[in-house]
């Protein structure tokens, strides 16, 4: 089965600084890869995913990359705010688009410094 | 227009008994899954559904089961609780297909002794 590797586990940045969470994942099958942020208390919320036919992905501060030939996926926040603060989770599908459930990896706890 | 409900949001238990975490959704998915989450650990999928009556084991199915007797409806159920089971369990639905966007609900916190 599909097998995600996250890094760092913890990261911490000064606000307005930007930062950046790197994925690898171990099945070439893979073709969809979400990232969800998690509040503390709450359910993961979607914020961007990508597709394996495209490279990059931007959403005004968040984006993310895609390199296939290398199996990894990179979440990058620009102009980071304070309630940027949360737990970071990517994702990959390995088959069905995800109709059989994402494989996560372990999370990046991301700390906005004031 | 709730999205994904859970209930309850927390429960203690004791080894050996049992328990249903109710799952609803009002987004007409056909798609529904249950994931756990343990501490510094990403989610982990118990068992999915693409649709009423289909039901298929995700990565740790053991010691659960599940039903979808409904679009909106997906219980699962803990027959004979164990301390391994203590854990956060979310409850997520997408519309499947590729609109893959899979929608959280809050989580149910259990605590097992």
């Known amino acids: 089965g599909e097998n995600v590797e996250q890094h760092p586990s913890t990261l911490s940045v000064q606000e307005g600084d930007s930062a950046v969470i790197k994925c690898t994942y171990s099945?070439?099958?893979?073709?969809?890869f979400p990232w969800y942020k998690q509040e503390l208390g709450k359910g993961p919320q979607l914020i961007i995913d990508i597709r394996s036919n495209v490279g990059e992905k931007k959403d005004q501060r968040i984006a993310v990359t895609l390199n296939k030939t290398a199996k990894h996926f990179s979440l990058h926040i620009t102009e980071t705010q304070p309630e940027d603060s949360a737990v970071y989770f990517c994702?990959?599908?390995?088959?069905?688009?995800?109709?059989?459930?994402?494989?996560f990896g372990k999370g990046t706890h991301l700390i906005i410094q004031p | 227009n709730a999205g994904v409900t859970q209930t309850p949001k927390f429960r203690i238990l004791k080894i050996g008994q049992s328990m249903t975490l109710q799952c609803t959704q009002d987004m007409n998915h056909n798609y529904m899954y249950w994931y756990r989450q343990d501490p510094g650990m990403g989610l982990k999928l118990i068992y999915y559904s693409v649709g009423a009556g289909i039901t298929d084991k995700g990565e740790v199915p053991n010691g659960y089961n599940v039903s979808r007797s409904t679009t909106e409806d997906f219980p699962l159920r803990l027959e004979l609780a164990a301390p391994s089971q203590t854990s956060v369990y979310f409850c997520a639905s997408s519309q499947g297909g590729d609109r893959e966007t899979q929608y959280f609900g809050p989580g149910t916190r259990l605590l097992v002794l």
């Open positions: 994702a990959a599908a390995d088959k069905g688009g995800g109709a059989d459930g994402l494989t």
């Open positions: 099945d070439s099958a893979s073709n969809y």
